[in-house]
């Protein structure tokens, strides 16, 4: 009988447990979170943690042909605007890369910076959250607007700081009578032409911010399979491995005009041929690319080991429309076809493709 008793009492207080007792909202911080900034964060240059590495996105943009607005509109929509700190977790690294006139070996990280969280809620509740036991809030939140005025400064999307009218020129006067004011309130004097001449210097520096080209350069080739090798292997551009998640975002028209990869639609693999049967094809598959001996050799010789490759993921906005003269629409999806394979002979599996919505507006060539 007391049995029976001590085993309702066991139930019956089960029950109330299980009834009243709410799961916990505290959340697991990653390994190498900063949990307190300034202390543990670089807040002057970058907001990356100081010990420990979370996740990079790095974003290729290929400018090698000049782009048209809805182009740079569409790249800055789908990953370079606030897409990028929605899609983002905090204290992620986001950097910058160039296809150009440049050879892959000389392009470097463009806007290495971290994504600064936002400050907003609880720490314990979420990683965007005050730490109120050793940060404070204002201080969080200047930190994060500071990393968005970077990203528009870089992008020029400025309506991430509320400045949709702004260019690059009127918003570095303003930037520069701010800072002449404080001094002029300090009891400093200028002349008008000392206040020209710090306004037009405050232009010309924050114009080499700009990630866009001001001038596009014709190149002697297109470089994109360089550049994606180039960021994958070499350290400089700090996105190895040690990156527990690592995206890769490439925005191109995937072109590639090199000595050893030629996919140009007027004299290299993908340009129109007509079969036997009278079907029109533009490029070939993957096995046809690899009968030419220095393609095959060349893509051998610089293929990623498993280690370059670990925590990767591939997302492509490819650029399909016919802009440079040297593309066709038609060729599109056999030139997708063509790079996936390129990316499975790379050991790259995880790959993602956003296509440019057709534009109401016709090419000029």
């Known amino acids: 009988m007391h049995f029976r008793k001590y085993l309702f009492y066991f139930f019956y207080v089960f029950f109330l447990i299980c009834l009243f007792t709410k799961p916990s909202l505290s959340l697991t911080i990653p390994k190498g ?6 202390k543990d964060i670089d807040e002057k240059k970058t907001f990356c943690p100081l010990e420990g590495r979370l996740g990079h996105k ?11 607005k809805f ?25 910058f890369v160039r296809i150009d006139h440049k050879s892959a070996s000389e392009q470097k990280a463009f806007f290495a910076t971290c994504r600064m969280k ?19 809030k204002k201080r969080i939140q200047k930190y994060f607007n ?13 309506a991430l700081i509320g400045e949709e009218n702004e260019t690059y020129d009127t918003l570095a006067e303003k930037l520069a009578l701010q800072v002449i004011n404080i001094h002029i309130s300090n009891g400093v004097e200028f002349t008008e032409q000392e206040i020209k001449d710090y306004i037009d210097e405050y232009k010309k520096e924050v114009n080499k911010l700009r990630f866009f080209p001001i001038r596009h350069v014709d190149p002697k080739g297109s470089y994109i399979y360089e550049t994606m090798i180039e960021v994958l292997r070499t350290s400089s551009f700090d996105f190895t491995n040690k990156y527990p998640e690592r995206e890769l ?23 129109l041929k007509i079969l036997i049967t009278e079907e029109k094809r533009y490029c070939g598959t993957f096995d046809g690319l690899l009968k030419n001996k220095t393609t095959r050799d060349y893509l051998e010789a610089t293929k990623l080991n498993k280690e370059q490759l670990e925590n990767l993921k591939v997302k492509v906005l490819f650029l399909n429309h016919n802009y440079s003269c040297e593309t066709s629409p038609k060729a599109a999806k056999s030139l997708q076809l063509l790079w996936d394979e390129l990316f499975s002979y790379q050991g790259i599996d995880n790959v993602e493709w956003e296509w440019q919505l057709d534009p109401n507006v016709k090419p000029t060539c």
């Open 71 to 95: 182009q740079t509109d569409s790249i800055i929509d789908s990953a370079l605007g606030i897409s990028l700190i929605e899609d983002t977790k905090p204290y992620h690294k986001v950097s």
């Open 249 to 271: 975002i490439i925005a191109s028209d995937l072109v590639q005009i090199s000595d050893k990869i030629n996919l140009s639609h007027k004299t290299g693999y993908c340009k």
């Open 33 to 38: 979170y900063p949990e307190c900034a300034p």
């Open 146 to 158: 500071e990393f968005k005025i970077k990203l528009a400064l870089a992008t020029g999307d400025f």
């Open 118 to 136: 936002t400050g907003i809620g609880k720490f314990k509740e979420t990683l965007e959250g005050t730490n109120r036991v050793c940060e404070g």
């Open 58 to 68: 790095l974003i290729i943009v290929d400018f090698t042909t000049k782009l048209q």
